[in-house]
């Protein structure tokens, strides 16, 4: 009986059961797929979280919320096309307005549940 409980929590467990950890999995590589395909190979995506789905098929930098990285992103968009990947902003989510102040508007391209991939268009 032991044996028969410790494989349901290790395959069904919540949070971190084996089932749960590939169907993460598969969600990721769906995401990965689509934004590669629908983005050029000298994009630079920035997340905070989820780094790991992109990289190293696109340039990855981690601090979606960081004045400092966002700050740093005139230098960047000489390389490549920027993109955003992170939970959705509405018009009162403070990072807007960083990206504003480094003259900078988000525009929605893909959806991903409550993720979405942000296009960065210089307006400066």
């Known amino acids: ?18 089932a749960l950890v590939l169907r993460e999995l598969r969600r990721y590589e769906s995401i990965r797929s689509e934004v590669i395909s629908k ?9 905070d979280k989820s780094d790991k789905i992109f ?6 930098v981690v601090g979606t ?12 968009s000489v390389i490549g096309p920027l993109y955003v990947y992170a939970i959705k902003m509405d ?10 102040k480094a003259g900078f508007a988000l525009t929605g391209e893909l959806e991903f549940g409550n993720e979405r991939l942000y296009r960065l268009k210089s307006f400066k």
């Open 39 to 47: 983005t050029p190979e000298s994009s630079i995506i920035l997340t």
């Open 55 to 60: 990289f190293p098929l696109r340039s990855v």
């Open 91 to 100: 018009e009162s989510d403070p990072r807007i307005a960083l990206y504003e």
């Open 65 to 76: 919320s960081s004045p400092t990285v966002i700050a740093s992103l005139r230098n960047l």
């Open 1 to 18: 009986a032991t044996v028969i409980m410790s494989g349901r929590i290790v395959f069904w467990g919540r949070g971190e059961g084996a």
